[in-house]
């Protein structure tokens, strides 16, 4: 089963911008849907973006839409968050995922703050 690695968070002002990074264990991401979560302090995960396994359309969640760009190389096994104007609202614990046949793997997380 494929393992997933995220880096990437940090500390960050208001309206600044981080870009997340996620590395699949198998080198690869054929054939995977891939998704990126969120969970805030006190607040069940969220999904905020993924990518469908059939034709690579792209869905973000209304609160990120127009800041945050999801992109992944489905040949490199990578695939990448960038967080545009970022908000105190955004700060949480950000989780790549990814499943193929219906098995769902999660990465360990990275802390993003965003804080002044």
């Known amino acids: 089963q494929v393992q997933l690695v995220e880096s990437g968070g940090g500390l960050v002002q208001p309206g600044g911008s981080l870009r997340l990074s996620c590395s699949a264990s198998?080198?690869?991401?054929?054939?995977?849907?891939i998704a990126w979560f969120r969970q805030a302090p006190g607040k069940e995960r969220e999904g905020i973006s993924c990518?469908?396994?059939?034709?690579?359309?792209?869905f973000y969640v209304d609160s990120v839409k127009g800041r945050f760009t999801m992109d992944s190389d489905r040949a490199k096994g990578t695939s990448s968050l960038q967080m545009n104007n970022l908000k105190s609202d955004d700060t949480a614990i950000y989780y790549c995922?990814?499943?193929?046949?219906?098995?769902?793997?999660w990465g360990q997380g990275t802390q993003v703050t965003v804080s002044a």
């Open positions: 995922n990814a499943g193929v046949n219906g098995k769902f793997t």
């Open positions: 198998l080198g690869t991401f054929n054939h995977y849907a």
């Open positions: 990518i469908s396994s059939n034709d690579d359309s792209t």
